[in-house]
């Protein structure tokens, strides 16, 4: 078997995801992160089954369930009236039909689980504050230029997989393709202690209010002693990254069902994420450049595993 040297710009799930599969099928790899530290951004995940299953496959399964949240289903709720729409059921009818469980998990702990697999493996390597700054695609593979305080170095590998986000710079600056655009929504976050919520059903389900215009998502994280809550609303401003405010949010949800509303009560920090799309590419691949993740297709939350035309995407 080959082993090739693989370098990975961005040490987000995606990278980190990236590297353990390369390493998995024997290659050595080198991950760049521009960060100094990974932050514990954003607040909730869902693992659907079919992620499961690849994390599982690294390993990674039994650790995740110890920590992740098992909802029971999945209640979709006429956010104005708070009746019940449809249910989906999830736990064990799920766990039996495809093998995998549904989970949800906080957002640091899923990346703190692949950021220890990644350093426990001795195929890779991590290199943080250091940013892929350029990149040339060569007969011998791909020479990145990587920039560390200020310093240049070229670093050559025979891929380079371009896992650096909804802003990468693999995909704007090396490629140059189309960049993801703001889509005119805005996701709200919090978490909300779980002593604080009065809804039950909340803490052991997901649960989806479906309103005009708005909708929003909470479900169960760290052994329920939270609620994850996201509220995706439409903002004319582009409000910037991680920006704090609530008072616009009461104001926008002041119809809804008080089951919701109620949400909204209580004195927790929420944060503003811009949403930002990208328009599906004929191809994911580029000679001895490959992008993955929100660098190769940023969606909209709502999309989850996105749209059949661009799981048809062609991989070359
Ligand atoms: C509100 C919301 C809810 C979501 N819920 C879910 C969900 O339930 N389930 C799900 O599967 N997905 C969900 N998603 C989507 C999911 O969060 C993203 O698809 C995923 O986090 C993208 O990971 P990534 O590694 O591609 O990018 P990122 O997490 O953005 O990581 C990119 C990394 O690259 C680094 N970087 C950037 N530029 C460079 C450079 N030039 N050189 C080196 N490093 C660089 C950055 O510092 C960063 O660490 C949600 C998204 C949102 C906004």
Known sequence: MTRRKILISGGGIAGLTAALCLAKAGNRVKVFERAEVLEPLGAGIQISPNAFHVLNSLGLGRELLSIGDVPDAILMMNALKGSELATIPLGLYIQNKYDA????????????????????NPDITITFGAEIADAAIHQNGVTALVKTDERMKEIV??????????????????????????????AWRTLIPSQQVKNDKALSNTVVWLGPKAHAVTYPVRGASYLNVIAVTQEARKLKFNEKSKADLVKKFAHWNSDFTDLLKNNVEWSGWPLYETRS???????????????AHAMLPFAAQGPLKLLKTRMC
């Open 157 to 186: 590998g025979e891929l380079l997989v371009g896992a650096d986000g909804i802003h990468s710079s693999v995909r704007n600056n090396i490629l140059k393709l189309e960049p993801a655009i703001y889509s005119g929504k805005t």
């Open 281 to 295: 590419i004929k191809t994911m691949a580029f000679k001895t450049m490959a992008l993955i993740g929100d660098a």
């Open 101 to 120: 469980p549904y989970i949800v998990i906080h957002r640091a702990d899923l990346q703190n689980i692949l950021l220890k697999a990644c350093q426990d």
